[in-house]
């Protein structure tokens, strides 16, 4: 789990990196040193019970500490939504950061997909505002979890849909 936690970091710092809105950015990078710091921190309570008799504490203190991490990668996705709503920059021609952009574009993609049908929908009240029955909109969170049961193994970074790339949408 800790590991896993890195995966989220690397993929908030390269967000952040290609954000083109600095309080967005700032935002991201403070949520994956939040991870990176919590993620450490699981890995040393993990390492240390794993060669310490079994005790109650040390097995609340690993859950409360993976706890906190879930509630940390939340976080890192929540800024990331927001970063890639207010737009980011052409990444390099980095594969990696390549693919991460990828991913972000499919979400934004789906989620202005999905504003546009619910703006043509009647759930709409004489403001255009939502009526509490309309439908979530899709969120970074989703489409990372939808992942989960394909693959047993995490990946270096959540993955895009294949065929969609960089260049799916202009930002």
């Known amino acids: 789990i800790a590991s896993d936690g890195q995966v989220f970091v690397k993929f908030g710092r390269i967000i952040a990196k290609h954000c083109l809105d600095k309080r967005c950015s700032a935002e991201l990078l403070c949520a994956a040193e939040q991870t990176h710091t919590i993620s450490s921190q699981l890995g040393i309570v993990a390492r240390v019970k794993a060669v310490t008799a079994e005790s109650k504490s040390s097995s609340e203190l690993l859950v409360s500490n993976a706890q906190n991490l879930i509630q940390a990668v939340l976080h890192v996705l929540k800024a990331a939504e927001a970063a890639c709503v207010k737009g980011l920059q052409q990444p390099p021609p980095d594969p990696e950061e ?73 930002l």
Do not use: Y
Not at 140 to 165: D, F, R, W
């Open 98 to 170: 390549e693919e991460v952009a990828a991913f972000c574009m499919q979400w934004r993609k789906n989620l202005l997909w999905h504003r546009t049908k619910e703006s043509l929908n009647s759930d709409r009240d004489e403001l255009g505002l939502r009526k509490t029955q309309a439908s979530a909109e899709p969120t970074l969170t989703a489409m990372v979890q939808e992942q989960s049961p394909q693959t047993k193994n995490t990946p270096k970074h959540p993955k895009p849909i294949k065929g969609h790339t960089i260049m799916d949408s202009h």
